[in-house]
């Protein structure tokens, strides 16, 4: 009697726990926005409950908007999206603003009311070193290409060694050897020497026939 006593008692304490309903954590019905920055143009923030700081594990229904300090440009709404590369509260955009400097707003709507803004200055990124100045490249097979003159072989532009002028042998001709020049000089005065001496032969020959037709006549 005792032993089904305790059993019905177990039973019935069991049924309570399970009928009871389980107390559900409250995180409170507003979450905390927290705008962070930017990573390379992409608007990023972090969401929290506001009670107890929480990461939210539920889908986040939430529109970033920006506008440029100067109020000429506006990008967005955009929506956010969990961010990979963050800690489990971190929610980032798809999209991504362009260099300037912005006034970031994020409004969430679900699962909890929540705001959040932040100005955001994105740099200009500079081109990837390289694609500056190209460079000279080989040419292709088969494209002809300009020879370079060498050192040794003569230019275009340089006048080459053509065959001697019409005066070269001329000017050669004209010109006559000491050697001979002097051989002419002696000629010419063996020939003076010897014409004198047979004129002065014939003179004293004359002479000498004069004197012997005076003495005879």
């Known amino acids: 009697m005792r032993i089904r006593i305790a059993f019905s008692a177990v039973l019935t304490a069991l049924g309570l726990m399970l009928l009871?309903?389980?107390a559900a954590?409250?995180?409170?019905?507003t979450v905390k926005v927290v705008v962070t920055g930017q990573r390379t143009g992409h608007v990023t923030a972090d969401i929290t409950w506001e009670n107890d700081g929480d990461a939210v594990d539920e889908t986040v229904a939430a529109t970033v908007n920006a506008?440029?300090?100067d109020g000429s440009r506006a990008m967005g709404p955009w929506r956010l999206v969990r961010d990979p590369a963050a800690a489990?509260?971190?929610w980032t955009t798809a999209e991504t603003l362009p260099p300037g400097s912005w006034k970031v707003s994020v409004d969430v709507g679900f699962p909890a009311l929540g705001h959040g803004d932040l100005e955001v200055a994105v740099p200009v990124v500079d081109p990837a070193p390289?694609?500056?100045a190209p460079t000279a490249s080989a040419p292709a097979p088969g494209t002809p290409t300009?020879?370079?003159p060498s050192a040794g072989t003569p230019s275009a532009g340089a006048p080459s060694a053509g065959p001697p002028s019409a005066a070269?042998?001329?000017a050669s001709t004209a010109q006559v050897p000491a050697a001979e020049t002097e051989g002419y000089a002696v000629w010419w005065t063996t020939a003076g020497v010897a014409a004198t001496a047979l004129a002065g032969a014939a003179v004293g020959l004359f002479l000498r026939r004069r004197r012997m037709?005076?003495?005879l006549g």
């Open 25 to 29: 954590h409250a995180h409170g019905d």
């Open 213 to 215: 037709r005076r003495r």
């Open 130 to 132: 390289g694609t500056g």
């Open 20 to 22: 009871t309903p389980v």
């Open 67 to 69: 506008i440029s300090v």
């Open 168 to 170: 070269a042998p001329a």
């Open 146 to 148: 300009t020879a370079q």
């Open 88 to 90: 489990p509260a971190g």
